[in-house]
């Protein structure tokens, strides 16, 4: 089992930056990769980012290129998402997720860990 815990999350102003982070605890190990996805009411899960451990790959949405980046974050087994340039419809949770094998998807169903979430809230 793998345990997720998503921190970073709070309220911003249109234009302002928040950075999430995703710590890893338990059967942590190598060849696997993360992503985060984010939900707002009514709507379907929608994918934003992922990195894979091995290779370091990474693949963002459409929706957030230009102004997020996701990266392996400061300690071992975290994960880092800095959004630059936030707009009101990036409102959501944020989910952190991890699936093997290390390869970064954009379909939740391919993840199998998750962690419980982080509001975050863009307005003015």
């Known amino acids: 089992q793998v345990q997720l815990v998503e921190s970073g999350g709070g309220t911003v102003q249109p234009g302002g930056s928040l950075r999430l982070s995703c710590a890893a605890s338990?059967?942590?190990?190598?060849?696997?990769?993360m992503g985060w996805f984010r939900r707002t009411p009514g709507k379907e899960r929608e994918f934003v980012a992922a990195?894979?451990?091995?290779?370091?790959?990474?693949k963002l949405a459409d929706s957030v290129k230009g102004r997020f980046t996701i990266s392996g974050g400061t300690a071992v087994h975290t994960m880092a998402l800095q959004m630059n340039n936030l707009k009101p419809e990036d409102t959501a949770v944020y989910y952190c997720?991890?699936?093997?094998?290390?390869?970064?998807?954009?379909?939740?169903?391919?993840?199998?860990?998750w962690g419980r979430g982080t509001q975050v809230t863009v307005s003015s």
């Open positions: 997720a991890a699936r093997q094998p290390p390869f970064p998807s954009s379909y939740s169903n391919e993840y199998f860990f």
């Open positions: 338990g059967r942590t190990f190598g060849n696997y990769a």
């Open positions: 990195i894979s451990w091995v290779g370091g790959g990474t």
